[in-house]
């Protein structure tokens, strides 16, 4: 066993990581969005993944022992969310297009202890997706009370990819990023609400 994979085993074990639907779970050259709970989300969605998932994360977890490390070791390369970070938007576009997987937020920053739903969007994903013409896979982060813990049981639940097309075509506009990103983040919170007994009982302590 590769360094690599045992540290992704130690994590899928530390953080009690079950991956859901892995046989949905593409190759690459997706856009992958999920609901973001804690600082270690983008840890548990890519020890749970078979492929490598390179996370758009804040540039401040750069900056946190341990932390920092294992992203970087991830691949994840760093975005400031204060500001529009042109940048980011340029590598995670470049990625896709040569057959990668990219990970992002679209809430832009986490929301511990509050259902997805009831959270704000930004316009980030939906930027990317027209920019690109890029496929979403939508992903669900779930635990009980939606409270991040060690050695609190973790589910990674994978949705059925959002065509591109689906979109009609999007112009480069604000409002057409905005749109495609509440699509997009509809249809985690709709998989979220689908799995959310998993985290409920004791198989969620």
Request: glycine letters at 8%.
């Amino acid at each position: 066993m590769s360094f690599k994979k045992f540290i992704f085993k130690s994590l899928r074990t530390l953080f009690r990581a079950e991956l859901v639907n892995a046989d949905k779970e593409p190759s690459g050259g997706v856009l992958v969005c999920s609901n973001h709970l804690s600082l270690v989300d983008p840890i548990v969605i890519v020890s749970s993944f078979k492929n490598p998932v390179c996370f758009m994360a804040k540039k401040e977890l750069f900056k946190i022992p341990l932390v920092g490390s294992i992203i970087k070791l991830f691949g994840a390369f760093p975005v400031d969310r204060g500001n529009v970070d042109l940048n980011a938007m340029k590598k995670a576009i470049s990625l896709l297009e040569d057959g990668n997987m990219v990970g992002m937020f679209p809430q832009g920053t986490r929301y511990a202890g509050v259902k997805p739903r009831e959270t704000d969007v930004k316009s980030g994903a939906g930027m990317i997706v027209v920019r690109a013409h890029i496929d979403v896979l939508p992903v669900a982060v779930i635990t009980k009370n939606n409270k991040f813990g060690l050695f609190k049981k973790n589910y990674v639940v994978i949705g059925d990819v959002i065509k591109y097309e689906s979109f009609n075509n999007p112009e480069k506009t604000r409002e057409e990023f905005n749109r495609i990103s509440a699509e997009i983040f509809d249809k985690i919170c709709d998989l979220h609400e689908k799995y959310s007994y998993l985290a409920e009982g004791n198989n969620g302590k």
